[in-house]
């Protein structure tokens, strides 16, 4: 059987467990492992698979709130709405888990994601660099987080983008001090 039959065997599994699971952990965690095998179909080509693992994720956020992974299930619900198109989903996603949850490990790449969706809007308003260079610069406060070296990395960019050279420079010393054996350093030597 092929990976995504596979999938779709076990989803079908998880389905017919739902259906008799009242609300509980237990729930919370059918949904959470309904949502990830649909993203496993999407990675997979499956069309409308992103679609699918949404609606479990909305069920956790909605059913669940208590749910203790709830952070992950809002950073992945978020991606997924990038993966459709749904931008403005994404971000609220994003902002739920951050006003939620801000000391979540997903923090920081939510700001970063934040940042992204922001650079994305820019070429149609230049003021979105500003609010980008915000998210990435809250991003880069999370020292611990893997993603750090690289929202400094972007923060760099950004601000050489605007014509902030000192801040960049300032920004580019922080890297190689703070991060100087990542791979973001290494663009920056």
């Known amino acids: 059987m092929g990976g995504a039959a596979r999938t779709s065997a ?8 739902l259906q008799v699971t009242p609300a509980s952990l237990y ?7 309904l949502a990830e095998s649909y993203v496993h179909l999407r990675k997979l080509g499956a069309a409308d698979a992103s679609a699918r ?3 479990h994720y909305d069920a956790i956020i909605h059913e669940s709130p ?9 950073y992945y619900d978020a991606i997924e709405h990038e993966v459709i198109g749904d931008q403005a989903a994404a ?6 888990l951050l006003s939620q949850l801000p000391s979540s490990v997903y923090a920081a790449l939510a700001h970063c994601a934040l940042a992204d969706l922001l650079i994305g809007e820019a070429a149609g308003d230049r003021t979105k660099y500003q609010l980008a260079i915000d998210e990435y610069a809250e991003a880069l406060t999370y020292a611990e987080s893997p993603i750090a070296p690289d929202a400094a990395a972007r923060l760099i ?23 100087g054996s990542s791979s973001a350093a290494e663009r920056f030597k």
């Open 157 to 179: 960019e950004l601000y050489i983008v605007t014509g902030d050279m000192v801040r960049a420079e300032q920004t580019r010393q922080r890297l190689l001090h703070e991060f």
């Open 91 to 96: 971000r609220r996603a994003y902002n739920a």
């Open 10 to 17: 076990e989803i079908q599994r998880y389905l017919e467990l």
């Open 66 to 74: 208590w749910y203790p992974n709830l952070d992950a299930v809002l």
């Open 27 to 33: 729930r919370a965690r059918l949904h959470d492992r």
């Open 53 to 55: 693992a949404i609606e």
